[in-house]
């Protein structure tokens, strides 16, 4: 700042050298401050006054960390007045002035100039981040900033008053600034909730910020199922349930926790559905396989907990079912296909057709589904050859064996 002050002081020096120097030597030049103080607070009228001899080509070079300007004074008789403009006298702060007549220093100093409070204060807060986890251990911070009408810095050690509002507890703390904000760690509850905060400093207020306590991660949980029967049937849905989720801490978890249920059955292979959570309780559904079998079913909320592992026993639905071929065995009919209370299996059943030729090698493979407890098969001349086959037909885990002559 400084620096600037005298690049300022030169350039009027050298736009006074204009001026012939042998009027100082003529009429000499002499300037008396009137005293002056060094401490002043923002918004206050600031003078520098002199007596002097000269007036024209005087000037006041003024800098502060907003920059620089030079002031003409104003004078009565032999006293010079310059007068701070309105930037310079709210600008807390050191504030450097150099007297410069005709490419002459003849005086300088640097006035003080302080945060006014007084006329009143105004508050910048700031709370991050808005949401925290659930045990003591996570925090949000409060960051408050108070200044002046002039949006100067208070001074370090202005106390500023913190207050808490959590449930029906409110708590207030003080808290003196340092390096131009002041600010505190908001610590998170065993309990989940919002946590309300607020600071005051010189009777002003900040605006109310909150941040969230969610809950922290789950613990281990149990699941159950429904099912309306135990038969596989492929059509009715069994929904698998939580109980309520909750942390280590009794809160219970947010809403839309992902939970995903793994099926393992009995050929080995993994299955899988998935739920998110209403008030604590996930639900998930699947259809029942199409044949006889044994689900382990484990959930899991990934990375945090899992359930406990139930055991689900699946009953044959198909309890039989007749074959039939047209004369020339290229037709195959399944029919009479009855479930466990004598009803038609449910439309969509999956069945499948092997082709093995006379030396047992697969020669086709077909897919079909059943409706109203019939299906069909047609082996057409123009892909399969005349000759003697034999077919396995396997539905809802039930298999039969035919052997056929094609014609």
Avoid at 49 to 73: A, Q, Y
Avoid at 230 to 250: K, R, W
Wanted: charge should be negative.
């Amino acid at each position: 700042m400084k620096r600037t002050l005298y690049i300022l002081v030169f350039l009027v020096l050298w736009l006074g050298c204009g001026k012939a120097d042998t009027e100082n030597t003529h009429h000499p030049v002499s300037y008396e401050r009137i005293p002056l103080k060094s401490v002043f607070s923002a918004g206050d009228n600031i003078e520098v006054r002199f007596k002097g001899n000269v007036t024209d080509s005087t000037h006041l070079v003024l800098s502060n960390t907003w920059g620089s300007t030079v002031l003409s004074p104003t004078w009565k008789d032999t006293e010079l007045t310059f007068r701070f403009p309105k930037a310079f006298q709210q600008r807390a702060g050191s504030c450097h002035w150099a007297l410069v007549y005709n490419g002459t220093i003849y005086d300088k100093g640097e006035i003080s100039i302080r945060p006014n409070p007084a006329k009143g204060t105004l508050m910048e807060s700031y709370l991050g981040p808005q949401s925290i986890i659930a045990g003591k251990t996570d925090f949000s911070m409060f960051v408050t900033s108070p200044t002046d009408i002039y949006d100067n810095p208070l001074s370090d050690s202005t106390e500023i008053t913190y207050n808490y509002h959590y449930g029906d507890i409110v708590q207030s703390s003080p808290v003196l600034s340092r390096n131009l904000i002041a600010w505190k760690n908001i610590h998170s509850t065993e309990k989940s909730g919002r946590i309300l905060v607020t600071a005051s400093c010189n009777d002003s207020h900040s605006k109310e910020l909150s941040t969230l306590v969610n809950p922290a991660n789950p613990i281990d949980f149990q699941i159950a199922y429904e099912r309306t029967h135990p038969y596989a049937d492929g059509n009715q849905i069994i929904t698998f349930s939580t109980d309520v989720i909750q942390d280590e801490f009794g809160n219970i978890e947010s809403d839309g926790t992902l939970v995903s249920f793994s099926i393992t059955n009995t050929k080995g292979m993994v299955l899988q559905t998935a739920g998110t959570t209403i008030n604590g309780v996930a639900e998930a559904r699947l259809l029942h396989p199409t044949e006889a079998e044994t689900w382990k079913v484990t959930a899991y909320i990934t990375g945090a907990a899992k359930s406990n592992t139930i055991t689900l026993d699946f009953e044959a639905a198909l309890k039989d079912f007749k074959l039939s071929l047209s004369e020339n065995g290229r037709i195959l009919k399944i029919e009479e296909m009855q479930s466990f209370m004598g009803q038609w299996i449910p439309d969509g059943m999956p069945i499948t057709l092997r082709l093995e030729d006379e030396n047992k090698a697969l020669f086709d493979s077909k897919r079909t589904t059943s409706r109203l407890g019939k299906a069909q098969f047609t082996m057409s001349e123009d892909f399969y050859p005349n000759g003697s086959y034999t077919i396995t037909i396997e539905a809802a885990g039930m298999i039969k064996r035919k052997n056929v002559l094609l014609k």
